[in-house]
């Protein structure tokens, strides 16, 4: 009985390290899958924190390209601004300059009417002296031929008796005297039409 009851008793304890092996077993197996399944869940959660990270890295990288995108854009419009006002500046100074060369050729063409009126108007009284050198003035002309020098040489003067007369036989027309009594060769001249 002795022997049946260390039987018995080994037996129990033996069940008892057996039960006691297999609670730690499952409790062991329990907690190795509780740690298995933390581990998941945390490789889960440090999964998914890497791609929020990504995704928040794409888009500030995406708000970065468009704010880069925007800040050329912005260079560039202003760029076309100052292109375009330069342009127009650049017309507005060549406009300048042809008034300017304009203004001057209208003031050389203003010299040149008035150098062309003042060498007229000395040719004419070059002209004008030349004659009153050649020929007398019509008072001359009077008392000269009131003189006694052509009395005496009616024969070679042929005696002409008045002014007209004395024009005539000089080849002269009344019609190019002036007032003063000097002959303009311009007004003597006949009127011909421009060709």
Do not use: C
């Not at 933390?38 to 704010?67: D, G, V």
């Not at 292109?83 to 063409?109: F, G, M, P, S, V």
Request: charged content about 30%; cysteine-free.
């Amino acid at each position: 009985m002795r022997l049946a009851k260390l039987l018995e008793e080994t037996r129990k304890l033996s069940l008892q390290e057996k039960r006691a092996g297999a609670v730690s077993s499952r409790e062991r197996r329990s907690k190795a899958l509780e740690k298995a399944a933390k581990q998941q869940a945390l490789l889960k959660r440090l999964a998914a924190e890497e791609k929020r990270a990504e995704s928040r890295a794409w888009l500030l990288a995406r708000q970065h390209n468009e704010s880069l995108h925007l800040s050329k854009a912005r260079d560039f419009k202003q760029g076309v601004a100052l292109t375009r006002q330069a342009a127009r500046d650049a017309q507005e100074a060549q406009l300048t300059a042809k008034k300017i060369a304009a203004e001057k050729e209208r003031a050389n063409d203003v010299l040149v009417q008035q150098e062309k009126a003042r060498i007229l108007a000395n040719n004419k009284e070059l002209v004008a002296y030349t004659y009153r050198s050649k020929f007398a003035s019509q008072r001359e002309a009077e008392e000269w031929g009131a003189s006694t020098l052509l009395q005496f040489r009616s024969d070679y003067f042929g005696a002409p008796t008045g002014t007209g007369e004395i024009l005539a036989a000089l080849g002269l027309s009344p019609e190019g005297m002036t007032p003063d009594g000097h002959y303009d060769p311009v007004a003597a001249a006949p009127m011909t039409p421009a060709q």
